[in-house]
């Protein structure tokens, strides 16, 4: 078994926003929990899928264990190496060893340089290499993303939206990272090209050797390239287990739901409420949008869980003192519900 | 047979790129008609003119020295109406050997006129939803005044009380909860799922015939997604308002659609039923369509974790139009047989079953309709 290359425990990032000027000067402010006590691992090699609604912290964990955002309190060990208090500067090697795949396509394309000049900048971040090595390094680079010569004389602007991502990979690939977070990689792209590009993740991964973080709404895309996946709600991880497991035998009513949504959408029969089921119409109907206005109590998925409302209301479920934790049912397989 | 509600004949609908002195051929050549009650799925890339299609029907083009050309005919209260009449006045193409020279186009005419035949059309007729539902609302005004103005304007109901009356029970048809509350709040305020209703209770309460629905699942939750598409699948089986829904996501126009246009490079390559186009299985359909279908990940490329078969090659530019068939450079069903053709020559529409066509030199139907 490969040893574990992140490592993190207990992970929060709370935000304060102010309201007003009473607040600001009396220093009062409500705490956005975005991540609140988040513990998981990677393995080298390993591929664990992040998915959850937008807002729910995904991309703030993928911001934070990389350190691009300082955590609020928890531990990250990269390696075998604490970075949770590391300084700027003491991170500054480690950082070639992490990176990160934004959303955004354009993001790290300064619109004003062209390809090349991107991937020289990139090579020469961190070394010093000679004008010979670039070359050959930025030819190296072009092939592992299968990106044409004739593109490396062209700005950003001129580039297709796959051949913009290949860049963004290449850019950062060229300092050999070993773990890489992949934020979205693939939902601003057409369907036709984010196949190339989730082939092209995985060949880079086999021939490389490297550790994913795949953070996606798109479920069958994160079952596909994950080995692991983490459910998460709410700025917590409720789920989590081998990705054949919790796609088809989720125990959290909220993994249930999500891949359901999937399932409703690709479903051709008529669906529940055309049917006269209008009970299920209903219910539907009432899931609304989680709120981080509303003080948690107890179980966070609560309001909206149809376990919940079946099960009589139980008074565990919305008792302060007893957040569900993560709890083994087997194989490696996690869940947050008293229920489940 | 009643003739269709909309009826999309030839639609060419060009810009003009000062930059390039060329023209981007958005739409190339469309052709398609949406009948009373049905929804009429297009799906397709981004740069496949789905968008652009349905824009043109609306009357939305306004974007510089654009051309629009062929007829788009409203079928409705009894009358039809070509949507475009008269408007290739105000153009002047200068060509020089197949090559554009300059485009001289009226563009105050031009609109002044398109202004003229989009009266009592557009939000009246034809009414249109957004992919961002939160940008079409008017952020400084509440829904409910918003919906209150629509119903006043396109319906009989002309009183204050009876609109207000009118617009909660708008709210109330796309399941917004508490709609007397929400009527008072302003877009900001509402997720983009309850925008979506909201847009969706506008565009429905001036009772349209024909609703454009332009991507109105993407951008949201996985789980608000699937409540927007059940929303709609109610909402069609309760107003039998037709339809053109346009979405890249195949699942959402598979559930939705009665049938569907696979657009690609401003053409429509494949139409048909939605169980004979899409449906897993099928032998007959065009390549690119299938090529779709296959780089999703399904579950047996899942439980194998193979790879997934992805188009090669980039989505089509369409300022280089090629002369053959759009899709040839990707394609990868081209024999010997038909190589020369798929070079050389666009394959026409061929219909290969009863209302099932396909834009592709493989099936005899499209040799037989050339000759």
């Given at each position: 078994m490969s040893r574990s290359i992140l490592d993190v425990t207990d992970l929060r990032k709370h935000y304060s926003q102010r309201r007003g000027l009473v607040s600001m000067l009396t220093g009062e402010g409500r705490v956005i929990p975005a991540v609140d006590g988040v513990s998981f691992y990677l393995r080298e090699n390993e591929t664990v899928g992040l998915v959850g609604e937008s807002g729910c912290g995904k991309t703030t964990i993928g911001r934070t264990v990389l350190r691009l955002t300082d955590p609020s309190s928890g531990r990250i060990v990269f390696d075998g190496r604490d970075?949770?208090?590391?300084?700027r500067a003491e991170l500054r090697p480690l950082r070639r060893q992490m990176q990160m795949i934004f959303q955004d396509l354009d993001a790290g394309l300064n619109p004003k340089m062209r390809v090349r000049d991107i991937l020289r900048e990139a090579l020469t971040v961190h070394e010093r290499p000679s004008d010979a090595e670039i070359a050959s390094r930025i030819r190296e680079l072009r092939e592992q993303v299968n990106l044409k010569d004739s593109k490396l004389a062209n700005f950003p602007s001129e580039l297709s939206g796959g051949e913009k991502r290949r860049v963004g990979i290449a850019r950062v690939l060229a300092v050999r990272p070993r773990l890489i977070v992949a934020d979205e990689p693939t939902s601003a792209l057409d369907v036709s090209i984010q196949a190339q590009v989730v082939n092209l993740l995985r060949d880079l991964q086999k021939n490389l050797g490297l550790t994913y973080l795949f953070i996606s709404h798109d479920l069958p895309v994160v079952e596909l390239v994950s080995q692991k996946v983490a459910v998460m709600y709410l700025g917590r991880i409720v789920e989590m287990g081998l990705a054949e497991n919790i796609a088809h035998q989720p125990r959290h009513p909220y993994t249930v739901i999500l891949w359901s949504s999937l399932a409703d959408k690709q479903n051709t029969e008529v669906s529940l409420f055309a049917r006269g089921d209008a009970a299920a119409g209903r219910e539907r109907r009432t899931w609304g949008v989680f709120d981080f206005e509303q003080p948690v109590s107890g179980c966070r998925f609560a309001p909206r869980c149809p376990l919940y409302r079946d099960k009589g209301r139980p008074a565990v479920c919305t008792d302060?003192?007893?957040?569900p934790q993560l709890r083994d049912v087997g194989h490696g397989h996690v869940v947050a519900c008293h229920f489940a | 047979m009643d003739a269709p509600l909309l009826a999309i004949e030839n639609l060419r609908t060009y810009f003009y790129s000062r930059a390039k002195?060329?023209?981007?051929?958005?739409?190339?050549g469309v052709s398609l008609d949406v009948e009373r009650g049905e929804t009429l799925g297009i799906v397709g890339e981004s740069g496949s003119g789905k968008s652009v299609t349905a824009l043109s029907a609306a009357g939305l083009v306004t974007a510089g020295p654009g051309v629009i050309s062929g007829r788009i005919d409203l079928h409705s209260s009894g009358a039809r109406r070509n949507?475009?009449?008269?408007?290739?006045?105000f153009v002047r193409v200068k060509e020089q050997e197949g090559r554009v020279m300059a485009v001289e186009k009226d563009e105050r005419g031009w609109r002044r006129h398109a202004e003229t035949l989009m009266e009592g059309v557009r939000g009246k007729e034809i009414a249109m939803i957004f992919q961002n539902p939160r940008s079409a609302l008017n952020p400084y005004s509440t829904i409910g005044k918003q919906l209150v103005e629509t119903i006043r304007l396109h319906t009989n109901f002309k009183g204050e009380s009876e609109a207000k009356e009118r617009a909660i029970h708008w709210l109330e048809r796309v399941r917004i909860d508490s709609p007397g509350l929400r009527f008072d709040d302003f877009p900001f305020g509402l997720s983009g799922g309850m925008c979506q209703r909201a847009m969706l209770a506008m565009a429905l309460s001036a009772e349209p015939s024909l609703l454009i629905a332009d991507?109105?699942?993407?951008?949201?939750?996985a789980t608000i997604q699937s409540r927007i598409v059940d929303l709609l699948a109610e909402l069609k089986a309760e107003t039998a308002v037709a339809t053109i829904l346009i979405s890249h996501d195949i699942s959402v126009i598979q559930r939705l659609s009665d049938r569907v246009a696979v657009m690609y490079g401003g053409t429509v390559v494949e139409t048909g039923r939605v169980g004979e186009v899409l449906a897993p299985g099928v032998k007959v359909r065009h390549p690119y369509t299938a090529a779709l279908l296959a780089s999703i990940p399904n579950a047996e490329t899942i439980r194998r974790k193979s790879y997934l078969q992805a188009i090669e090659g980039e989505v089509l530019d369409t300022i280089n139009v090629p002369r053959g068939c759009r899709f040839y450079g990707r394609?990868?069903?081209?024999t010997e047989a038909i190589r020369d053709g798929c070079a050389g020559l666009e394959p026409p529409l061929g219909e290969v079953a009863p209302g099932h066509k396909v834009r592709c030199w493989l099936y005899p139907a499209a040799q037989e309709s050339s000759a």
């Amino acid at each position: 078994m490969s040893r574990s290359i992140l490592d993190v425990t207990d992970l929060r990032k709370h935000y304060s926003q102010r309201r007003g000027l009473v607040s600001m000067l009396t220093g009062e402010g409500r705490v956005i929990p975005a991540v609140d006590g988040v513990s998981f691992y990677l393995r080298e090699n390993e591929t664990v899928g992040l998915v959850g609604e937008s807002g729910c912290g995904k991309t703030t964990i993928g911001r934070t264990v990389l350190r691009l955002t300082d955590p609020s309190s928890g531990r990250i060990v990269f390696d075998g190496r604490d970075i949770t208090n590391l300084s700027r500067a003491e991170l500054r090697p480690l950082r070639r060893q992490m990176q990160m795949i934004f959303q955004d396509l354009d993001a790290g394309l300064n619109p004003k340089m062209r390809v090349r000049d991107i991937l020289r900048e990139a090579l020469t971040v961190h070394e010093r290499p000679s004008d010979a090595e670039i070359a050959s390094r930025i030819r190296e680079l072009r092939e592992q993303v299968n990106l044409k010569d004739s593109k490396l004389a062209n700005f950003p602007s001129e580039l297709s939206g796959g051949e913009k991502r290949r860049v963004g990979i290449a850019r950062v690939l060229a300092v050999r990272p070993r773990l890489i977070v992949a934020d979205e990689p693939t939902s601003a792209l057409d369907v036709s090209i984010q196949a190339q590009v989730v082939n092209l993740l995985r060949d880079l991964q086999k021939n490389l050797g490297l550790t994913y973080l795949f953070i996606s709404h798109d479920l069958p895309v994160v079952e596909l390239v994950s080995q692991k996946v983490a459910v998460m709600y709410l700025g917590r991880i409720v789920e989590m287990g081998l990705a054949e497991n919790i796609a088809h035998q989720p125990r959290h009513p909220y993994t249930v739901i999500l891949w359901s949504s999937l399932a409703d959408k690709q479903n051709t029969e008529v669906s529940l409420f055309a049917r006269g089921d209008a009970a299920a119409g209903r219910e539907r109907r009432t899931w609304g949008v989680f709120d981080f206005e509303q003080p948690v109590s107890g179980c966070r998925f609560a309001p909206r869980c149809p376990l919940y409302r079946d099960k009589g209301r139980p008074a565990v479920c919305t008792d302060p003192a007893s957040e569900p934790q993560l709890r083994d049912v087997g194989h490696g397989h996690v869940v947050a519900c008293h229920f489940a | 047979m009643d003739a269709p509600l909309l009826a999309i004949e030839n639609l060419r609908t060009y810009f003009y790129s000062r930059a390039k002195q060329a023209f981007i051929r958005s739409v190339d050549g469309v052709s398609l008609d949406v009948e009373r009650g049905e929804t009429l799925g297009i799906v397709g890339e981004s740069g496949s003119g789905k968008s652009v299609t349905a824009l043109s029907a609306a009357g939305l083009v306004t974007a510089g020295p654009g051309v629009i050309s062929g007829r788009i005919d409203l079928h409705s209260s009894g009358a039809r109406r070509n949507l475009l009449d008269g408007l290739e006045r105000f153009v002047r193409v200068k060509e020089q050997e197949g090559r554009v020279m300059a485009v001289e186009k009226d563009e105050r005419g031009w609109r002044r006129h398109a202004e003229t035949l989009m009266e009592g059309v557009r939000g009246k007729e034809i009414a249109m939803i957004f992919q961002n539902p939160r940008s079409a609302l008017n952020p400084y005004s509440t829904i409910g005044k918003q919906l209150v103005e629509t119903i006043r304007l396109h319906t009989n109901f002309k009183g204050e009380s009876e609109a207000k009356e009118r617009a909660i029970h708008w709210l109330e048809r796309v399941r917004i909860d508490s709609p007397g509350l929400r009527f008072d709040d302003f877009p900001f305020g509402l997720s983009g799922g309850m925008c979506q209703r909201a847009m969706l209770a506008m565009a429905l309460s001036a009772e349209p015939s024909l609703l454009i629905a332009d991507e109105p699942t993407t951008g949201l939750d996985a789980t608000i997604q699937s409540r927007i598409v059940d929303l709609l699948a109610e909402l069609k089986a309760e107003t039998a308002v037709a339809t053109i829904l346009i979405s890249h996501d195949i699942s959402v126009i598979q559930r939705l659609s009665d049938r569907v246009a696979v657009m690609y490079g401003g053409t429509v390559v494949e139409t048909g039923r939605v169980g004979e186009v899409l449906a897993p299985g099928v032998k007959v359909r065009h390549p690119y369509t299938a090529a779709l279908l296959a780089s999703i990940p399904n579950a047996e490329t899942i439980r194998r974790k193979s790879y997934l078969q992805a188009i090669e090659g980039e989505v089509l530019d369409t300022i280089n139009v090629p002369r053959g068939c759009r899709f040839y450079g990707r394609c990868n069903r081209v024999t010997e047989a038909i190589r020369d053709g798929c070079a050389g020559l666009e394959p026409p529409l061929g219909e290969v079953a009863p209302g099932h066509k396909v834009r592709c030199w493989l099936y005899p139907a499209a040799q037989e309709s050339s000759a």
